[in-house]
């Protein structure tokens, strides 16, 4: 990858694009209107930016030139458009398109994006998969997801039942899992026909003496999963509610790898796109205690062997600081590793995070950071 890739960051107000010239860092944005983007993704030809809210529905925006322009797909209604259809003024005042979207009302917002195979996957609030076989132009609902058999007992996250994490194989089309908050892990090996949950651990008594809500119980891992990722050989990792978890076996099987840490809780988890064993996470001191790093010390965690040992990455990081890491805001490339705040800077390690420069601050609250040869 270039030295200085491009990074593509979604905020609650737009999409920012990162770009390194020769007197510097330089950003773009905010893109797509202002509208919240929880993701952004490239699959080398297009950027999608997904988002949306309460207020302006769900929609996804592509851009086929790098960022400089962007069209839309207005996916669901939000409470904008009751306003505009009521309101003839309002209405020209936004622009608004009185076309009904194709899926309603049935959900809020884009929340993940994954571009794989040739097509781009979106998960939403509340927990359906679209995909797009046709560059983000139509869109199609995942029906076995949408109808799984337990579905009505599936218990929504603070931020609601949303489905954060979608991972594919590379070398294998067919193969998905998701993660949805606070319904766990899923798994399909036939490219989206038939869904199976994978959250249990390898071995039941490692549930005993936690107490918290969110903590392994049952024989199952904590099911508010916070972010997954995959590496060859469908090994898999995830950050949870309650820990830091690695799966051999594509989820079947669950072993905590939490010690070593300072605290269980955290959001992003990032890997080495050529080091299976080499990952990093950011803890955070707890869902109750302000989520912010532990004793506002900031560190992006490292293993080099799986998770059995961890060690601090904190040169060139604030002393002190009480941000955030969202779950999104982390991305790996070979060689690099970035994240964004909630109090708007970015931070990339050319490295694989011996040393942290921030490239940019004060932008709005990041949701997302991805890293991209554009």
């Known amino acids: 990858m270039d030295p200085n890739p491009t990074l593509l960051i979604g905020t609650t107000k737009g999409a920012f694009v990162l770009r390194c010239g020769p007197d510097g860092w330089h950003v773009t944005g905010p893109h797509c209107n202002g509208w919240r983007i929880a993701h952004v993704v490239s699959d080398g030809a297009n950027i999608y930016a997904g988002g949306g809210d309460d207020w302006s529905g769900a929609g996804i925006y592509r851009s086929a030139d790098k960022g400089a ?29 009185p076309s009904p979207p194709p899926f309603g009302e049935s959900f809020s917002a884009i929340w993940s994006l994954h571009a794989a195979h040739g097509q781009v996957h979106a ?72 869904w199976h949950r994978r959250n249990r651990l390898s071995n039941a008594e490692a549930c005993d003496g936690h107490t918290h809500p969110a903590a ?39 072993d905590d790898i939490t010690e070593g840490l300072p605290s269980t809780f955290g959001f992003p988890i990032a890997l080495d796109p050529h080091d299976p064993d080499t990952l990093w996470t950011f803890p955070l001191n707890g869902d109750s205690q302000g ?12 293993s080099t062997d799986g998770g059995s040992t961890w060690h601090p990455q904190r040169s060139g990081l604030p002393d ?11 991305a790996s490339a070979p060689g690099h590793i970035a994240f964004g705040t909630n109090t708007g800077s970015v931070f990339l390690s050319r490295d694989n995070g011996i040393h942290w420069d921030e490239v940019a601050r004060h932008l709005p609250t990041i ?8």
């Open 123 to 194: 998960g939403t609030n509340s927990a359906h998969l679209l995909t797009s076989s046709d560059d983000g132009q139509t869109w199609a609902q995942n029906d076995a997801l949408a109808d799984f058999p337990d579905r009505d007992q599936w218990t929504p996250g603070a931020a609601g039942l949303v489905l954060h994490t979608i991972v594919s194989a590379p070398e294998t089309p067919t193969k998905l899992w998701l993660g949805i908050s606070a319904a766990g892990v899923f798994a399909s090996e036939d490219g989206g026909a038939s």
């Open 320 to 330: 002190r600081a009480w941000f955030t890491v969202l779950r999104q805001a982390m």
């Open 367 to 374: 949701l997302s950071v991805e890293l991209a040869a554009l």
């Open 69 to 97: 322009t962007w069209s839309f797909a207005k996916l669901t209604t939000g409470k904008m458009d009751a306003w505009a259809a009521n309101d003839p003024d309002f209405a020209a005042m936004i622009d608004w398109d």
């Open 291 to 302: 989520r912010f790093p532990p004793d506002a010390r900031p560190a992006v965690w490292r």
């Open 216 to 254: 392994p119980a049952n024989g199952d891992t904590g099911l508010c999963v916070h972010n997954i990722a995959r590496a060859p050989g469908d090994l898999l990792y995830q950050q949870n509610h309650h820990g830091v978890w690695r799966s051999h076996d594509g989820g079947r099987h669950w």
